[in-house]
């Protein structure tokens, strides 16, 4: 009965490499985010899809792409990993009208 | 200045006392508030949500909002050492669909 999910849990990576997260919701939202928190513990939005639309693309640089391929997944695929990247990196999602939003367990990106 | 601030902490609280958190915040152009809780290694859970001016009270949770002061807190009741955790701030403004966080408040419970 997982609300939001994602995988992997853990990715340890070189840097120069590409790499895929992957996020599902089976709460019916329709908005769906990707926030990165760093070692700092500060959280902040990269992007927001509703209904598979892009709304939000918070100057994250180019080599993340986001895709949402229906309103209950959205994937980050990044490129050309730097050690900058290495972050927990949370999914969530809201339903329409409504700003509370539910996040997933997260995805602990390491870049060695 | 930070849109959203908070007390780094820690906050440490003896079991049973009241724990009150604070955040204040820059936009008036925020509308809405959230308050979530931070386990280490686990996930933003999100434990109240507030719109208006005044109190929301959930079971033993109570946030405050004032807009006139941009000031929202947290303050929790008979405070138990599993309410130790990060609390983290967050508003959100009217149809951007975005949360803007406040770098968290450590709570400690001391049993």
């Known amino acids: 009965d997982t609300a939001v999910s994602q995988t992997p849990k853990y990715l340890v990576t070189q840097m120069g490499n590409d790499k895929s997260i992957k996020c599902e919701q089976n709460l019916g939202h329709d908005t769906m985010y990707w926030y990165k928190q760093d070692s700092k513990k500060f959280l902040k939005i990269m992007f927001s899809?509703?209904?598979?639309?892009?709304?939000i693309n918070e100057t994250v640089p180019n080599r993340f792409s986001p895709k949402s391929p229906d309103k209950a997944h959205l994937n980050l695929h990044i490129n050309s990993l730097e050690l900058g990247d290495s972050a927990v990196y949370f999914c969530?999602?809201?339903?329409?009208?409504?700003?509370?939003?539910?996040f997933g367990p997260g995805t602990r990106l390491t870049v060695t | 200045q930070k849109e959203v601030e908070q007390n780094s902490g820690p906050l440490s609280v003896p079991e049973g006392a009241i724990a009150s958190l604070n955040c204040t915040y820059s936009?008036?152009?925020?509308?809405?508030f959230f308050w979530y809780r931070q386990y280490s290694g686990k996930s933003p859970e999100l434990i109240m949500s507030?719109?208006?001016?005044g109190d929301k009270e959930d079971g033993r949770f109570t946030a405050q909002l004032n807009k006139a002061s941009q000031y929202v807190s947290l303050l929790i009741r008979d405070s138990q050492p599993s309410d130790s955790a990060t609390y983290l701030c967050?508003?959100?403004?009217?149809?951007?669909?975005?949360?803007?966080f406040g770098s968290g408040t450590r709570l400690q419970v001391q049993p």
């Open positions: 507030i719109y208006s001016n």
């Open positions: 967050a508003s959100d403004k009217t149809g951007r669909r975005a949360l803007t």
């Open positions: 899809y509703n209904n598979k639309e892009l709304i």
């Open positions: 936009d008036r152009v925020s509308q809405s």
């Open positions: 969530a999602s809201s339903q329409a009208g409504l700003y509370e939003q539910y």
